[in-house]
């Protein structure tokens, strides 16, 4: 179309749908206020005629407004959007709308004082917004709120969105073009226009996990948008033939949420049931809001159920009609969601379908240019912060091809953001599945005398996490000739700090050497450092010594007798001797499912790579995915502490400069708080413990790759001591950088010669965590005989020595023994009951320590730990 033909049918379009609006207007008038005063907008209550016949007339009008635009006012027209987008940020987070009365008028003058903004920034920013629509002026000089600042005045969950969409929104968008200039074409998480705009390390969704203010602020804003009728819920109910499915079909609701979508299906539908999956966290909240809800029909609720899952894992519902995907798929680049698809694919029995409802966007100008740039705006958000992109047809044919599905039917609802794409196999029957069940958050009581399947070369132990506990209890499969498997999460087996000294004591070294073969066993003997017992005090503030001792403590073993000094990495390194064509690198669990017919698990891999086996263990650590389905209600807490771990290589200089008798055994420092701060903070007392590592010349002819003697410390206290929110997981070069500056600055006041150590240090070996740990009496799970923990997936704790290494090296040692007996559930209730035994020592060891290094409250009264 010519351009006097788009100018002539814009004017057409206004004439019609203007005398529409003008004849309801005149024949149906309205308050031009609501209730409380303010203004109300008078198509409120509009017939869906008229609604539509509206949307119309501002398409026209704002294709009539670009047509008339000459290209040398396109500036002008971007100067305005960017100053309004200003003037509103302005406004919101200056809570200036609070001050405007909702019935009536204010004076700048008074606005500005109750504000206590300048009155000269406020009249010129007000009116410039006004020049929007945004508040008016009736009468000069006074303020009033107009039908567009009525709505955020008079719904929260508006201001909210409005709040996100300035504070969050446009930072984010401005830095696409640094973030393509940075990372180019990239589908990774943490490479976004986000990254660069919110200056977070993390992924949108990790990031908002940690930002308790902007993660309110988001579900305010994903509540408005559920209200907003081209997001309702009520397209989906509409727009697939779900009266045609047979009596009694069932519908998997894949990353269904709370399942929100499945009610309002099932409320229509009565002869339809549904199970609503997600991740174990979204089960679990959801399900106690839905099982809460007494609103609910009890003949909706009786036809819906609630399933752990993650869809990068094989799909364990078999026998569904249709697996339905809102809202899903655009969240993720092709890569990923093939993975989703070919997992759901995989699964389809005959004559299933799969129905995704998503943005399906157009080609350019084939539909009204205002619903088109909603689209987009949605295609872009996508790309700014999580490298996906929304899809046009021939891109949802050509996902749907790699995923061996193809697509049936297309149908766009009117008034919808989104279409529903269905999509059938494009493959060849293949032979029934064996059903699978997902393994259940606490699992129902098996037989005492239920006994594994054997492990075998194409079904071997699956291992997850190679440290200290997974790698000790490989080398005891390894020496019983039994297969495993190890899976870690990190990228190689040095891509982060994991601590440098570590000493054994007894029970902890025999357990090593039950697990050890020979000679691995002889050479971790051989590569240990000098191991000398005792503790020297120093005052921080006048480098003088307080209190020393040699041995550890009392005679007869009665204190702290290490067998062993290790260096962790060297360590490390022997645990993997022999095994490591079976250890893998980057490998990240995300789920796994049971099959009750053969014993088999299957874990699956967050690459979209999955394996089976006849046993899992879980060693994944403080995040470990074994742990969060075995054992959902698991206390772990926040000890309120944070560590800084640092390395500082025994050169001449530091030897000259710090205390000779500190560097003898174990030294520890510890300074508190001045009188009156702990009259408002308490002791707060901040504590490093230093260790020298030492090698004799034996050990180093025998084994040439240890490292330079060096000095270990810890500096550990309350994280407010080190004025920074530390992340879960820090290890990137920068972060060291600022754990070592953090170390310095916090001993600022010490004496010079403990705070050379901190001056000398290995800036790259600094790294710096939070604290967590779970309570002395961890709760009973329900055994079974192929799935457990170990180690810190279990209970984590504080640093105290190295008190939780030793006790995953006894977990492993005790598993191995009863992976050798024969895998039955009442052995692995023994095991696990012993190993929570052992935990509770070793954990109230962790808390007394804790409480004198930087006065942790007992871990009862710890909050929550946020992962």
């Known amino acids: 179309m010519g351009f006097q033909d788009e100018f002539q049918a814009s004017l057409e379009a206004i004439n019609v749908h203007s005398a529409q609006l003008l004849q309801y207007l005149k024949t149906n008038r309205q308050p031009e206020a609501d209730g409380s005063g303010l203004p109300r907008d008078p198509f409120d209550a509009a017939p869906k005629s008229i609604k539509i016949s509206r949307k119309k007339f501002t398409e026209a009008s704002a294709s ?81 709120h107009s039908r567009i600042s009525a709505l955020f005045a008079r719904d929260q969950s508006f201001l909210n969105w409005a709040r996100w969409m300035v504070n969050y929104s446009v930072p984010t968008a401005y830095k696409l073009p640094e973030a393509t200039k940075m990372w180019g074409e990239t589908s990774a998480k943490d490479q976004t226009a986000f990254n660069l705009g919110l200056d977070s390390k993390l992924p949108f969704f990790d990031h908002l996990r940690q930002t308790p203010a ?96 993650d869809f990068f894992g094989p799909q364990p519902v078999k026998d569904a009609d249709v697996y339905l995907l809102r809202m899903i798929i655009h969240d993720w680049p092709d890569k990923d969601a093939k993975n989703i698809l070919s997992n759901i694919q995989a699964s389809l029995k005959p004559g299933a379908k799969v129905v995704i409802m998503d943005t399906i966007l157009p080609q350019p ?41 193809q697509i049936t039917n297309v149908h766009q609802p009117h008034e919808s953001v989104m279409g529903l794409i269905t999509l059938e196999s494009a493959a060849p029957p293949s032979p029934p599945h064996v059903p699978v069940q997902t393994v259940p958050a606490v699992p129902t009581a098996i037989p005492s005398n239920v006994i594994v399947h054997p492990t075998t070369a194409d079904k071997p132990v699956l291992i997850m996490g190679a440290g200290i506990g997974g790698l000790c209890l490989a080398q005891a499969l390894k020496k019983a000739s039994i297969p495993f498997r190890v899976f870690e999460r990190d990228q190689a087996v040095d891509s982060r700090p994991q601590g440098y000294r570590l000493k054994l004591e007894a029970d902890a070294a025999k357990a090593l050497e039950e697990s050890l073969d020979t000679d691995t066993y002889a050479a971790f003997v051989t590569s240990c ?70 014993g088999t698990i299957t874990v699956s891999f967050k690459d979209g790579s999955s394996i089976e086996g006849s046993f899992l263990v879980g060693a994944d650590g403080l995040h470990s995915v074994v742990r969060k389905n075995r054992q959902p209600n698991h206390p772990l807490v926040d000890t309120g502490a944070a560590c800084i771990y640092g390395k500082t290589v025994m050169t001449p200089e530091l030897l000259q400069r710090f205390p000779e008798k500190g560097l003898r055994w174990m030294t520890v420092a510890s300074d508190s708080a001045p009188m009156l701060q ?49 992340d879960a997981d820090v290890s990137t070069a920068k972060v060291s950088g600022t754990a070592a500056d953090l170390s310095l600055a916090v001993t600022a006041e010490w004496h010079t010669s403990l705070r050379s150590l901190f001056e000398l240090q290995d800036r790259r070996q600094s790294s710096m965590m939070r604290v967590a740990s779970t309570v002395c009496d961890i709760p009973a799970w329900q055994p079974t005989p192929n799935i457990t923990a170990l180690g810190d997936a279990v209970h984590p704790m504080s640093p105290c020595g190295g008190v939780g290494a030793m006790t995953a090296l006894c977990d492993a040692a005790a598993l191995a023994k009863i992976i050798k007996a024969g895998l039955t559930t009442e052995l692995m209730g023994k095991f696990e009951a012993e190993m929570r035994k052992r935990a509770w020592k070793s954990i109230k060891r962790s808390e007394i320590g804790s409480k004198k290094m930087f006065g942790q409250k007992d871990l009862v009264d710890c909050p929550p730990f946020q992962l």
């Open 214 to 309: 902007m993660t309110d602020l988001f579900a305010a804003y994903m509540r408005n948008v559920a209200h907003n009728e081209t997001w309702s819920l009520q397209h989906a109910v509409d727009g697939f033939d779900w009266a045609a499915l047979p009596a009694g079909s069932k519908v998997v609701d894949v990353g269904g949420s709370h399942g929100h979508l499945s009610i309002a299906i099932a409320s229509k539908f009565p002869h339809l049931h549904f199970i609503v999956q997600d991740l174990p966290e979204s089960v679990s909240t959801a399900r106690t809001a839905f099982e809460a809800d007494h609103r609910l029909d009890a003949s909706v609720k009786g036809r819906i159920s609630f399933m752990d899952h």
């Open 64 to 144: 009539l407004v670009g047509l008339g635009t000459r290209p040398e006012e396109y500036l002008e027209h971007l100067q305005n959007g960017y100053q309004e987008l200003t003037c509103v940020r302005w406004l919101i987070n200056l809570d200036i709308l609070e001050y405007i009365p909702q019935n009536g008028v204010i004076s700048y003058n008074d606005l500005a004082a109750k504000a206590r903004v300048p009155w000269s920034q406020l009249r010129a920013i007000t009116r410039m917004a006004i020049c929007n629509g945004f508040l008016q002026e009736p009468r000069p000089n006074v303020v009033a």
């Open 365 to 405: 100008r084939t539909i009204p240019a205002m619903q088109e740039q909603q689209l987009r705006i949605r295609d872009l958000t996508m790309m700014q912060v999580f490298n996906a992109k929304e899809r046009e047809l021939d891109d949802w044919k050509a996902l749907a091809s790699t995923a061996v599905l």
């Open 529 to 598: 450092a000098v191991t000398t017992i005792g503790e020297t005090d120093f005052n921080p503030f006048n480098g003088n010594i307080v209190h020393s001792r040699a041995g550890g403590g009392l005679s007869g073993k009665m204190g702290l007798y290490p067998s062993f000094t290790v260096d962790r990495r060297v360590f490390r390194n022997q645990l993997m001797s022999g095994i490591k064509d079976k250890i893998t690198f980057g490998k990240e669990m995300v789920s796994y499912i049971t099959d009750e017919a053969d």
């Open 678 to 726: 702990s009259c408002l903070i308490g002791e707060s007392p901040i504590t490093v413990l230093i260790e020298p590592i030492r090698f004799s010349a034996e050990t180093r002819n025998l084994h040439p790759e240890l490292p330079a003697d060096y000095v270990y410390w810890a500096l550990i206290g309350r994280k407010e001591r080190f004025d920074l929110q530390i």
